[in-house]
């Protein structure tokens, strides 16, 4: 199927490994012309987004390259562990405005241009903890919920003008965060990481992790104009772990 991402451009955050890598990749392969944002590695914008001034210097980046994107893929690293019941309002201040308000200014950012072309992708990469919340990650389960219930109603707002919202939901994708949380997972409870990644592929039907590759074609799928009638959508790609539809 020809996606018909030829002519299209793409601006991806998070894109020197992962998910954000993946989805970066899937895109460039489609033919998109795909402008990668990461806080290292070999990308063409450099910025941090626990930086305050981060959104605005990537902004003007894209800009001063004379570049508007048709395809926007909020992507953010994931935040510490930590329990509810001990943590504290300070604790959100930072990855509040890393996780919500920096993808906010990005999209308000370059949403006009995007409805004046009749042509738009905004793609938020969140997380199944949307659906089931998920014990220990109490940070990312709240401030991602906050993004998902504004790209929802952005969607509607938007529809009219060619312009998608959706959310890609990742399950248990073999990629460096998750190896970094059943590392975090096993040190807390006597368990080797490679049980806990045992035990966490026993939990999923498809008896096995996602492949970054299969997140990032999803995706790909989403932003082109071949998915134009699916908006304000949760897409789950987690081999059917999460117990509801």
């Known amino acids: 199927m020809d996606l018909q991402l030829e002519g299209k451009t793409a601006l991806v955050l998070g894109a020197s490994k992962g ?45 001063s390259g004379g570049a508007s994107p048709d395809i926007l893929v909020l992507n953010s690293g994931g935040p510490p562990t930590g329990a509810a019941a001990s943590t504290t309002p300070g604790d ?48 990312s389960n709240a401030v991602r919920a906050m993004l998902a219930s504004w790209c929802k109603t952005l969607a509607a707002e938007v529809a009219a003008d060619g312009v998608t ?51 990032g074609d999803i995706a790909a799928f989403l932003a082109s104009p071949r998915a134009g009638f699916i908006t304000g959508s949760a897409i789950k790609i987690d081999g059917g772990q999460t117990a509801t539809l």
């Open 19 to 63: 998910l954000g890598r993946a989805i970066a990749a899937a895109l460039a392969a489609e033919g998109a012309e795909v402008i990668t944002v990461a806080r290292s590695g070999e990308v063409h914008i450099t910025a941090d987004l626990d930086d305050p001034g981060a959104p605005q210097a990537i902004i003007d980046a894209v800009r």
């Open 165 to 215: 919202v959706n959310l890609l939901l990742p399950g248990q994708i073999a990629t460096d965060r998750l190896t970094s949380l059943h590392a975090t997972m096993a040190a807390g409870s006597g368990m080797a990481a490679e049980q806990i990644t045992a035990r966490s592929i026993a939990a999923i039907p498809a008896g096995r992790l996602g492949r970054p590759e299969e997140f």
């Open 92 to 139: 959100f201040a930072g990855v509040f405005d890393c996780m919500f308000n920096a993808q906010l200014s990005l999209a308000q950012a370059f949403l006009p241009g995007m409805r004046a072309r009749g042509f738009g992708r905004i793609l938020a990469v969140a997380s199944t903890s949307l659906v089931t919340p998920i014990p220990g990650l109490v940070l």
